[in-house]
């Protein structure tokens, strides 16, 4: 391995834990959890296991819905998702456990928790992306399901998102008869990830533009 794609593959592993820590922190301040959470804690008030053991089952799903949509097709170095998948929601469950003993009562400390888990979580997963190595299974599949639509990805993404949602809406009626996990800070996170994401991005273009022309002044003085 290179010592290129070994830092690759450590930012990877960077932005699943700021991914698990972020989640973790959205669902702490108990004003509803992210959407690609909203299953698995739902679940997780079911049966007697954590969100994060509820996650990794959840992804390995995801991965078994892409291998049987793409069948042969499907890219074998992809089956690494499953790693990353168990990698996040071992994450997701240590992120739980560090701010176990962090308790917010007023709500508009409960926000600021949620913008700040928002943030964290946004760059969790932008150091994915910039990492370019295996995709999360939660992307993998929307990828996937874009690709077989012939659709645009960010919108898939919001038709997915609003999918587990749902289904984790409506898995809580069914189990409690009232709705559990869904409220507000769903609603914020969904849209305001990806806000964090493309500020995120922005800025990171501005400071790469202006060293740029930086650096280039210095090579002409020094030629």
């Given at each position: 391995m290179t010592t290129q794609l070994l830092k690759r593959y450590l930012i990877l592993i960077a932005g699943l834990f700021l991914?698990?820590?972020?989640?973790?922190?959205?669902?702490?301040?108990?004003?509803g959890t992210s959407p690609i959470a909203s299953v698995p804690y739902v679940l997780s008030l079911i049966f007697p296991v954590s969100m994060g053991v509820m996650t990794i089952l959840i992804c390995c799903l995801f991965v078994?819905?892409?291998?049987?949509?793409?069948?042969?097709?499907f890219p074998k170095i992809q089956y690494l998702q499953l790693l990353v998948g168990v990698l996040f929601g071992i994450f997701l469950d240590l992120g739980a456990w560090i701010i176990d003993s962090v308790h917010i009562e007023q709500y508009f400390i409960k926000i600021l928790g949620?913008?700040?888990?928002?943030?964290?979580?946004?760059?969790?997963?932008?150091l994915q992306i910039v990492a370019n190595t295996i995709l999360n299974p939660g992307e993998g599949i929307v990828k996937v399901i874009a690709e077989k639509l012939g659709g645009d990805f960010g919108n898939i993404k919001i038709?997915?998102?609003?999918?587990l949602v749902s289904i984790?809406?409506?898995?809580?009626?069914?189990?409690?008869h009232s709705i559990e996990g869904v409220r507000e800070g769903t609603i914020i996170s969904a849209f305001l990830v990806g806000y964090f994401i493309k500020l995120l991005r922005r800025i990171v273009f501005r400071v790469r533009s202006r060293k740029e022309?930086?650096?280039a002044t210095a090579t002409t003085h020094s030629s």
């Open positions: 991914m698990g820590l972020g989640t973790a922190l959205v669902t702490k301040v108990n004003i078994v819905i892409q291998v049987l949509l793409l069948g042969k097709h949620l913008l700040a888990g928002c943030l964290i979580l946004a760059v969790g997963i932008y038709m997915f998102d609003w999918t984790g809406v409506a898995i809580s009626l069914i189990a409690f022309p930086q650096t």
